[in-house]
Each structure stands twice: as C-alpha cells, then as structure tokens.
C-alpha cells in the first residue's frame, strides 16, 4: 500500500491508512469502526484541529464562525450541505472562534464567517463571508 494516504478519524482521531481507490467505498476507521466520512463537517477543539490539518493528505475546509454571528449561522446549514457534496474528497471542519481564540489569532481571522482551505498543513486559499452551498463547492473546486 505504497501510495496510500492518511485520513484521521472524525470519531476518535486516529490516523488511518487507506488507498485513494478506497475514499468512495464507505471506509471505517481501523480503530473505532466510525466511518471516516460521516458527510458533514466536524466541530473541532485547537488539539484536533492540529491533527486533521497536519495529518489528513485530503484537503480541509475550514469555517471559522461564532455562535453570536448572524451570518455564520445562516450560512451553517449550506456548510453542511456543501460537506455532502465535498466529501471523501475533501475533510470539513468548523471551529468557533471565541472557543478557539488561539487559532483565530494564529491565523489572523478577523471576520466571520471566513472559510480556510488547507492542503499539506498549510493554508493555500481564503474566503470571507457567508456562502451558500454552491457557492462554497465552487470555490472550493477552482482551489484545488
């Protein structure tokens, strides 16, 4: 399995090594058996946002968003939508900016929503402002 990639687990942040051939065939984590696509994005504290951007060779779609924003709360459900349409291809996460104030501050977040698509653990696009699903998938896709 020479050209496998590595995708952390959304359930139990393993990291586990799959066959690119395998991302659609519904895997599940050699761990805990959670699907490692589950098909929508995952809410994650500073200590696991570190694990899924520095060890998923998938892309990761961040949404940096607050529980007092107006706009990151209508756009919520389009994120999710977009992560049905992403996923296997692509991880979606979600961090909550007044929880993880170290991230917003690590990456100079100063509106919200903002979207962050990371590839290789590094940030290689970013997109202020609320989206909706299309929107987002499109972005994405000229991103990659």
């Given at each position: 399995m020479s050209d496998a990639i590595h995708i952390v687990c959304p359930a139990c942040d393993a990291v586990n090594r799959l066959a690119p051939a395998r991302l659609a065939d519904n895997p599940v984590c050699g761990k805990c058996s959670a699907p490692l696509f589950a098909g929508r994005p995952l809410d994650v504290t500073s200590e696991r946002f570190n694990k899924h951007i520095g060890r998923n060779d998938i892309?990761?779609?961040?949404?940096?968003?607050?529980e007092w924003c107006g706009p990151c709360k209508m756009?919520?459900?389009?994120?999710?939508q977009a992560a049905t349409r992403l996923e296997p291809r692509v991880r979606l996460l979600k961090v909550d900016t007044e929880r993880a104030q170290d991230l917003?501050?690590?990456?100079?977040?100063?509106?919200i929503?903002?979207?962050?698509?990371?590839?290789?653990?590094?940030e290689v696009a970013r997109q202020p402002g609320a989206m909706d699903a299309g929107n987002i998938v499109a972005w994405v896709q000229s991103k990659l």
């Open positions: 892309p990761v779609l961040v949404d940096f968003w607050a756009m919520a459900p389009a994120y999710a917003s501050a690590q990456f100079g977040i100063r509106s929503p903002t979207l962050a698509l990371f590839r290789g653990g590094r």
